[in-house]
């Protein structure tokens, strides 16, 4: 049996990509031999993982542990998200382990941000930006650091030493495949969507109108939102659309089940929409209350903008439960039926006044609500079954244990640095044709919109890198 050493969070991190692997790790390794690899700061708090392995238990080891006998796995797979305290050691060790990345996020900027100037590094962050987007790059790196270009860490999503790091990727939708294509055309990439699963120990039987009654909700129409309230959740836009909903619904309660970051006052934004008594906030629940409280709600309200490419697993499992959601109209769930979801625009002017209408709506027509829980439902057994799911990463491990041998001289290849290298004829040409075209333009020499999509297209017709 193979040997695979498998890099994530694990509970009590609290991150869906934890969720995510605890829900595949069991499934995967009735076909490998699986040591998942975390980054030393916790132990796992689930049973089935103990450091010794044994019947029915999945071993795991920390990061230091593993670089001892690195050699002994015959593929390392790495769970990757743009979380610097929960990810930033995946992107040390595939330096110097390539593997096959589950890439759950595009945008890598904020990780690598967090991972150099987070921790006071400015030339590892220059660097960076100039290996992926050269002088250019360098450029804008400097605007970052003087704290004027925040815009930059979402429109350059710094992920193209990943890629090249990267023996294959998993993509979790077709946009994200899509990109990856786009960014590193010659790259093995696959699209395994995320499964639906419900974590262990979840009551069969569960009872969500006794829950609703236990948290004094029973008589109140309940809107909700799960997870990890970041600012990019758009709460304050759901906050007004509450507050303009009260005229109509006088007993409407906005149920926020999750924690928030430090220093992001949700109390604060609710209490200046004068929505107390409104809205609650749970704090954070572990996995099993967590989706316990999915089957309190009337209509569940998912939004982000702006988005980093990954799927949103939240709506996933909304879905695979029959409830109402709505959702941003994002590329990474561009795949979802129409019929299966509400979508609303980000940033659309009227996105407010489609929040409330579609709020309304669900509320008010409760047989068209379950009738598109419904759909939801039907989509999400079709596309995000467990055991199809599991089935595509088995093979797609298997494939890449066949071709280790292939896949590493690829990334040799990749991250050679040719940066000093004689330019291809026409090269230099090239850069000054579309130099001028630019400047006709009226283009700024470091407009962070232009120059690296342009840059990189150079790039990959003459395949010379730093220009």
């Not at 619904?249 to 928030?260: H, K």
């Not at 109402?324 to 980000?346: G, K, N």
């Not at 027509?365 to 039907?378: I, S, T, V, Y």
């Amino acid at each position: 049996m193979a040997r695979i050493a498998f890099f994530t969070p694990l509970s009590p991190v609290q991150s869906a990509i934890a969720d995510h692997a605890e829900g595949l790790l069991p499934l995967l390794s009735r076909s490998f031999d699986i040591t998942a690899i975390t980054d030393g700061s916790y132990r796992p708090v689930r049973p089935e993982y103990r450091q010794q392995g044994g019947p029915n238990s999945i071993p795991w080891m920390d990061y230091r542990a593993f670089q001892r006998v690195a050699d002994q796995f015959d593929l390392i797979v790495y769970q990757m998200g743009d979380e610097p305290k929960i990810h930033g050691y995946m992107l040390d060790a595939l330096q110097r382990y390539p593997g096959l990345v589950m890439l759950h996020d595009l945008v890598m900027h904020h990780a690598i941000l967090g991972r150099t100037l987070g921790q006071g590094k400015t030339k590892p962050y220059i660097d960076e930006m100039t290996y992926s987007y050269g002088r250019a790059g360098a450029r804008l790196a400097q605007r970052v650091i003087s704290g004027q270009g925040e815009s930059l860490t979402w429109e350059l999503p710094l992920v193209e030493r990943i890629l090249d790091q990267s023996m294959a990727i998993s993509a979790f939708n077709g946009y994200m495949h899509d990109q990856v294509q786009l960014l590193r055309p010659g790259l093995p990439v696959r699209t395994i969507p995320l499964p639906y699963t419900l974590p262990e120990g979840f009551p069969a039987d569960f009872d969500g109108a006794a829950l609703r009654k236990e948290i004094l909700l029973s008589e109140r129409p309940v809107v909700a939102s799960y997870g990890f309230f970041i600012p990019d959740k758009r709460l304050g836009l759901a906050f007004r659309a509450i507050r303009n909903l009260l005229d109509r619904y006088p007993d409407l309660f906005y149920l926020l089940v999750g924690g928030a970051p430090t220093g992001y006052d949700l109390l604060a934004q609710l209490r200046a929409e004068g929505l107390e008594g409104h809205v609650g906030l749970t704090g954070w629940k572990t996995q099993v209350p967590f989706v316990e409280h999915m089957f309190v709600c009337d209509v569940a309200v998912h939004l982000r903008w702006p988005h980093i490419g990954g799927t949103p697993y939240t709506p996933i499992r909304l879905m695979g439960l029959g409830i109402p959601t709505i959702v941003s109209d994002i590329e990474p769930l561009a795949e979802v039926p129409a019929d299966a979801v509400v979508r609303v625009t980000p940033n659309a002017v009227d996105e407010e006044e489609q929040l409330i209408r579609a709020i309304d709506g669900l509320l008010s027509d409760r047989e068209r609500a379950l009738a598109m829980g419904a759909k939801g439902r039907a989509y999400v057994q079709e596309h995000h079954d467990l055991d199809t799911i599991v089935s595509s990463y088995v093979e797609y491990y298997r494939w890449a244990i066949a071709h280790a041998a292939e896949l590493k001289e690829q990334v040799a290849e990749r991250t050679q640095s040719i940066s000093g290298a004689e330019p291809r004829p026409g090269y230099r040409k090239a850069v000054g044709v579309c130099g001028e075209a630019l400047a006709g333009l009226r283009i700024a020499p470091d407009d962070p919109l232009w120059l690296p999509p342009v840059a990189r297209a150079i790039e990959g017709l003459f395949a010379i890198k730093g220009e």
